[in-house]
């Protein structure tokens, strides 16, 4: 997986210690990998050892240290895949990678001044539909198919080794 480049979208991407996190998921066209700074909702949690990192847009770099995935689900409560995941515990915003997800599910996405609509590429059903806040593009109603236990990632992951 390498290297990502994170574009600044005018708010503070890198968690601080007094950064709560945002379960907000933000779409985002600079990015290719799905990125989240919350454990617990990464399925099938794996340690990541390819020294991958994430590059910020004013050149700092900031550790990957896990990768997974997840599910969420669509209005008709259809699954929506958020494979390779990558857990980055020092950014404080969900990244919504848009071209991952549209060739990972057979969707695509239309921007609006005030929302924006992922459609699936066959039927043009919508399957989600989220507004857009101080310039932000916003998936904040989304729903995991799965809760998650993150006791088990780390259990899973030393008996594998």
Request: charged share 20%; aromatic share 10%; glycine share 6%.
């Amino acid at each position: 997986m390498g290297s990502h480049t994170v574009k600044s979208t005018g708010s503070p991407v890198f968690a601080s210690p007094s950064t709560a996190i945002d379960p907000v998921w933000y779409p985002d066209s600079v990015v290719a990998a799905h990125m989240r700074s919350d454990l617990v909702k990464l399925l099938d949690a794996r340690l990541y050892n390819g020294g991958g990192k994430v590059i910020m847009d004013n050149g700092l770099s900031i550790p990957v240290t896990h990768v997974g995935g997840s599910t969420i689900l669509a209005n008709d409560s259809s699954p929506l895949l958020l494979e390779d995941l990558l857990y980055v515990p020092d950014i404080s915003k969900n990244l919504l990678s848009v071209s991952k997800f549209a060739k990972d599910n057979g969707v695509f996405f239309k921007f609006y001044p005030n929302c924006c609509y992922v459609k699936d590429l066959k039927t043009r059903q919508t399957l989600l539909c989220e507004s857009e806040l101080n310039g932000l593009y916003r998936f904040d109603n989304v729903k995991f198919k799965f809760a998650f236990n993150v006791v088990n990632a780390y259990r899973t992951e030393s008996l594998q080794q």
